[in-house]
């Protein structure tokens, strides 16, 4: 195994930068995008990207939808018809974001003029969250989605025209934490809040996803049917500092899953690792650790993609930059 460690930025264009994604073509270039500004939520931030070729890396590009409003987590996706897509939440209010995506060419990286995914959706989001979409053995395509507009919601938008149009699955039912003392002198029950999936299709056909949560472990629940429908979300033993985890599946089977292992919500987000799983997903060992734990860094909110024998993957290296990783299995 070689593991190959490179920023994407000499000097990052902003004070912040976070929720990076990437998107390893054909010809060897690598695509990345990260939101960036003066801070996360701040008026002027704003979507990025850049692409790694034979000589490097190029200077950032700034892609924007509204001016002196918040942008956030980027997802790149490659359309059946050859173009880059690259999907993005815009809005002063996570419950009420509204999703765009911008179109490239995939020989020279620009990204044009950006549109609404679901025009008129006031869901708080749709496609793709966080993490980068599914195309299943059927061509079906599953964007991992969530909403926190009413509650900490997953489900998955379905798309069966390759990317051009979503439609959204039934909700991720939950099941509870421990009862809760509410003002009505009785006893309630909350759901386990979770958001921002990734996912996997097993040999068989069914759909699997895993969950960051606010309960100190990440959840996970299966589709029978193409993410129509999804089981009741239950808990895994990996824990989940309630931050971002993303997953690849390799052609050999192999799941690949990066995350913080830490099992406290709001916890440090710090190591950052990758673990293996040789069993489709019912248990997963260490591989090997891409940043070691010191307290207050952070390393966080990974993307990972499989690609011909190697993992790419991204993520935020102590909010001043944009890490890369290639590791060849």
């Not at 929720?19 to 979507?47: C, M, N, Y």
Request: proline fraction near 6%.
């Amino acid at each position: 195994m070689k593991v190959e460690k490179y920023f994407v930025c000499d000097k990052l264009p902003t004070a912040n930068c976070h929720a990076t994604t990437l998107l390893p073509l054909e010809d060897g270039r690598v695509v990345f995008a990260w939101f960036g500004g003066t801070k996360e939520g701040k008026s002027d931030v704003d979507i990025w990207y850049a692409v790694k070729d034979g000589d490097g890396f190029s200077a950032p590009e700034r892609l924007s939808r509204a001016k002196n409003t918040p942008h956030w987590n980027p997802v790149l996706f490659p359309m059946d018809d050859g173009r880059i897509c690259l999907f993005f939440k815009v809005g002063n209010n996570i419950p009420y974001w509204k999703t765009y995506r911008a179109f490239s060419g995939a020989d020279k990286i620009a990204f044009g003029s950006p549109e609404e995914l679901v025009p008129g959706d006031r869901s708080g989001g749709r496609g793709p969250v966080k993490n980068k979409c599914l195309k299943l053995k059927s061509g079906r395509v599953l964007a991992p989605a969530s909403t926190e507009h009413h509650g900490w919601i997953c489900f998955a938008d379905i798309s069966d025209d390759g990317g051009l149009t979503f439609r959204k699955s039934k909700r991720v039912k939950t099941e509870y934490e421990t009862p809760i003392f509410n003002s009505l002198n009785n006893y309630s029950k909350n759901k386990i809040p979770m958001i921002q999936p990734t996912l996997w299709q097993s040999e068989d056909g069914s759909v699997h996803m895993l969950t960051r949560t606010a309960v100190g472990k990440i959840y996970r629940s299966d589709s029978l049917d193409e993410g129509e429908t999804w089981c009741e979300a239950y808990p895994t033993d990996l824990p989940n500092n309630n931050s971002g985890i993303d997953l690849a599946r390799a052609d050999t089977g192999e799941i690949y899953l990066v995350s913080n292992p830490v099992g406290n919500n709001w916890g440090e987000r710090s190591p950052l690792t990758v673990q293996v799983s040789r069993d489709d997903g019912a248990s997963f060992e260490h591989l090997v650790t891409l940043e070691e734990e010191n307290e207050g860094s952070e390393f966080s909110y990974p993307a990972v993609v499989y690609k011909n024998g190697e993992l790419h993957i991204s993520y935020t290296y102590e909010r001043v930059n944009v890490a890369y990783v290639k590791i060849t299995l």
